[in-house]
């Protein structure tokens, strides 16, 4: 048996914090395969990088015979929470529950192991629909109205003077409960969840079980260097997206990403890391070789090594190749974030702007060699941007 | 058919607020008889003469041919809800719950016709034991924190830095769904009951139902003056007491009180009860004459007139007949509250404090005619006291 504490070693590199770490040490050394809640509500899923680094962490697990519970939150996503959303959830119908439900296994069969030994499917729906009213209400007994507001997202929203329906403050006890009703040992969630999985050890300890430990992982800027990787902004890497623009939203990434990407993102020695992020840190050619050498170790983990080569090949030919003229001009553009047709328009400053659209629509308008449909797209200029329209114009937009 | 103006007005004398009086009239006006809520919930009661004021008034609407359901908390006592307590209130076994409601059905049928024709008693067990958790949440989702924690109580207890659990900040949600479930027209309740009963007219508009009137009554203070009735003060004239129990706690009432009691419990004339409020504002026999024509009108309402003639003559008699001395020694007391013992001693100073004890334990001293069994009773001075101590032993105890 590996030593608990080196189980735990391994998990520190993608680890913020660790609840409850001696009651884990504890369970590993017991031998007993540990019962990993991962639980998620039925929403829509597109699962990203930031999502997998959990999910990679319960792969570790998993490969040492431990049980991931993939608890879909079927009761709780028809109730309802607003984590981080400015607006109340929609109510989704039990078709739409059970399409995400579906969608949401096979997404994270992308990283976890499915098979019965080491993954089990549960719906919270088991032990809420059973469960009686006074039932209910004897669990909200055994919290208070204080310890539910103290959850950061609540303060916020009481801050900016919007509202928290009931049923969204009585969320976490449900979340909570969980814990309890599935037998958890351990959760690995992001850090806005910690609040509401410490509730779970509350339940747990007040129910007469032992309460679960908790890991919350490193959370990771999206791609265009924004704190939070988000459905709206699109600024992630999806686990579903193809190597192609998995290898090309990666080049995208700032220059100061490459580090961190590179630490939770890849298995890559984190010497080699360091030295990326060196590299990424002075600009230039070598920052575009770090970058060139992250995307390949992320398409690497999730399509293995032929592909990223393939990929590497195919986004340097793009840039540098037969097709590519050694001396594409220069355009300076003014502002470090413009979109494709404001680029377009830097560039080709004759063409009329319905023009410009067209050979936008009609497919013939890369940046950085992945094509762009959408002209009001905003383009970072964080690093030189190549931009081709038509089948032999290039420019290298550079702020200036 | 009565006006349904009329019928209102004749509420009026123990109305505090009206909350939908259109809504109110165009239902008495339809002819139809009125779902009358009175939801109690099933700790043991001990209805007193503040109890009674919306009774009468239900009682009035019943002479009518309206309904009053009686409605049973069963559910939400099994929750509690600690309105106006400062601990929250002990969760009760169903056995206790079952003869918690026996008793008060027992009680309220002294005021209020029991009849099926417009008596009906439910329980919202029947509603809550066959709902589903996820509807409770749809429930918690038609209303906010924010509204919740508006309640007076509530604010109350956060001011005080004391906790709220979450069963009793839902508490009210569970009362005010009770209204749509019974299909309640109108409830009368105390004027802390306001908010919950509130929320139950927004539900009935949510969930598509005519929302309830609401009407509150006059909260008068207890027989000590002090602005509550409360069990652990005892300060008030159960229905239950015998009428020589009622006629002697009545006479123990501070003057500045005869007005309003007389207003709010008896059904004297209202020029009657300004004119007794007038005779208790000079003190001295008058205002002795204006509390014995308020005990033996309150006696009179729940036990007849011939009983309170009864209790008149035998108050009277204990106080004034051949048993009493006319030249009763005075006694002048410095503080206006002082315990039995202490008016014992000021009274025989040369008696030891152990004597007077035993005195008091032999059921040998009355106060105002009554029999006191605790040497540590504290006795209002607000006007004399007749302290009879041993068969022929009187004083006159007054604030010096």
Chains 1, 2 share one sequence.
Request: include cysteine; glycine fraction near 8%.
């Amino acid at each position: 048996m590996i030593e608990p504490s080196t189980v735990v070693d391994r998990l520190r590199r993608t680890t913020d914090t660790i609840v409850g770490e001696a009651e884990l040490l504890e369970r590993l050394a017991s031998g007993r395969p540990l019962r990993i809640k991962y639980g998620v509500d039925c929403t829509a899923p597109d699962l990203h990088l930031g999502h997998a680094v959990n999910l990679w962490m319960m792969r570790q697990l998993q490969d040492l015979g431990h049980q991931v519970v993939f608890l879909l939150g079927d009761l709780t996503t028809r109730v309802g929470d607003p984590t981080g959303r400015s607006e109340t959830r929609p109510l989704l119908t039990p078709e739409e529950i059970e399409a995400n439900a579906q969608s949401f296994v096979e997404q994270v069969s992308i990283v976890l192991r499915t098979d019965p030994s080491v993954f089990e499917v549960r719906r919270n729906s088991e032990w809420y629909d059973g469960m009686r009213v006074a039932e209910l209400l004897g669990l909200f007994g055994q919290v208070t109205q204080a310890q539910l507001m103290a959850r950061d997202m609540f303060r916020e929203r009481v801050a900016a003077g919007r509202e928290i329906a009931v049923h969204e403050l009585v969320y976490p006890v449900l979340q909570g409960y969980d814990s309890f009703a599935m037998r958890s040992d351990l959760t690995i969630v992001g850090s806005d969840q910690l609040f509401n999985e410490q509730l779970g050890r509350h339940f747990q300890q007040r129910l007469g079980a032992p309460p679960q430990a908790v890991i919350t992982t490193t959370i990771t800027p999206g791609t265009d260097g924004r704190a939070k990787q988000s459905k709206s902004l699109k600024n992630y890497v999806a686990l579903t997206d193809t190597p192609r623009d998995k290898f090309g939203k990666l080049m995208s990434i700032p220059d100061s990403l490459v580090e961190s990407y590179a630490r939770v993102y890849t298995e890559l020695p984190l010497d080699t890391v360091a030295a990326l992020g060196s590299a990424a840190a002075g600009g230039g050619p070598p920052a575009r070789d770090a970058k060139l050498r992250l995307a390949a170790a992320v398409v690497t983990r999730y399509h293995g090594a032929g592909t990223a080569r393939t990929e590497l090949d195919a986004f340097t030919r793009t840039f540098t190749d037969r097709n590519q003229p050694t001396d594409i001009p220069e355009v300076l553009v003014g502002t470090p974030g413009a979109t494709v047709l404001d680029l377009l328009q830097a560039a080709r400053p004759t063409d009329t702007k319905s023009s410009l659209r067209r050979l936008i629509r009609q497919g013939a308008v890369t940046v950085n060699g992945i094509r762009v449909d959408d002209p009001t797209k905003t383009v970072e200029l964080t690093t030189d941007v190549v931009l081709k329209s038509g089948p032999r114009t290039w420019h290298r937009l550079r702020l200036s």
